[in-house]
Nanobody
Framework: QVQLVESGGGLVQAGGSLRLSCAAS????????MGWFRQAPGKERALVAT????????YYADSVKGRFTISRDNAKNTVFLQMNSLKPEDTAVYYC????????????????????WGQGTQVTVSS
């Protein structure tokens, strides 16, 4: 079993930055593909970014490309989401997710592919 704990959410003005962290435990972190998802009120949970086991491959939703950066530190069992140039439409609960993977360069796009989830952290961007 994998336990995921997010931190770093909060209230920020439009144009500001936040850095989310997700600490993992319970399994060898380097065996996990990691993803960040978000869910706004009344909307489905959607992928923000995902990163492969070795950090060499990443994928971003079009809405965050050029503004957000996903990274991981396998020595510290942590994945990060650096969010810059935040917009009010980025307001959502952000979830960290994990999935065991065989290939070091693979990643996963959809929520149904992940089987471990954190509790979520609220990000609110004011205009």
């Amino acid at each position: 079993q994998v336990q995921l704990v997010e931190s770093g959410g909060g209230l920020v003005q439009a144009g500001g930055s936040l850095r989310l962290s997700c600490a993992a435990s319970g399994r060898t972190f380097s065996s996990l593909v990691m993803g960040w998802f978000r869910q706004a009120p009344g909307k489905e949970r959607a992928l923000v970014a995902t990163i492969s086991r070795n950090g060499g491959s990443t994928y971003y939703a079009d809405s965050v490309k050029g503004r957000f950066t996903i990274s991981r530190d396998n020595a510290k069992n942590t994945v990060f989401l650096q969010m810059n140039s935040l917009k009010p439409e980025d307001t959502a609960v952000y979830y960290c997710a994990a999935k065991l993977a065989v290939l070091t360069s693979s990643y996963f796009y959809t929520a149904s592919q992940y089987n471990h989830w954190g509790q979520g952290t609220q990000v609110t961007v004011s205009s």
